[in-house]
């Protein structure tokens, strides 16, 4: 079970920072990513982490950064940083078992998803 927090009301050009944590599995043997749905669009990949590294999506690249708990393997934040109003979105977590994806960017590719945070970012 993924879980997301730390989505919140936020001024443009400010920063959050997201939490997924794990329960009942760590997360080490899994490509990870974060996601987020705006209204009325499609579910986009925002970054993820694999064995391959770290990826980012063009829109965030510089601004945001995936931080993942490789102590414990039950937990990865996103830092968001010089935020947009375009970055309103819910945001999630998701997990694929490593091998069994293409692109850990691409939503259909994963398996297992949270229930979303919502970050609203203002003008």
């Known amino acids: 079970q993924l879980v997301e927090s730390g989505g919140k009301f936020a001024q443009s050009g400010g920063s959050l920072r997201l939490s997924c944590e794990a329960s009942?599995?760590?997360?080490?043997?899994?490509?990870l990513g974060w996601f987020r749905q705006a209204p009325g669009k499609e579910r986009e990949g925002v970054s993820c982490?694999?064995?391959?590294?770290?990826?980012y999506s063009d829109s965030v690249k510089g601004r945001f950064t995936l931080i993942l708990n490789d102590d414990t393997w039950n937990s990865m934040y996103l830092e968001m940083n010089a935020l947009k109003p375009e970055d309103t979105a819910v945001y999630y977590c998701?997990?694929?078992?490593?091998?069994?994806?293409?692109?850990?960017?691409?939503?259909?590719?994963?398996?297992?998803w949270g229930k979303g945070t919502l970050v609203i970012v203002s003008s």
């Open positions: 009942g599995d760590t997360l080490q043997d899994y490509a």
């Open positions: 982490v694999s064995t391959s590294g770290i990826e």
């Open positions: 998701a997990a694929v078992p490593e091998g069994d994806y293409n692109d850990c960017l691409y939503a259909d590719d994963m398996d297992y």
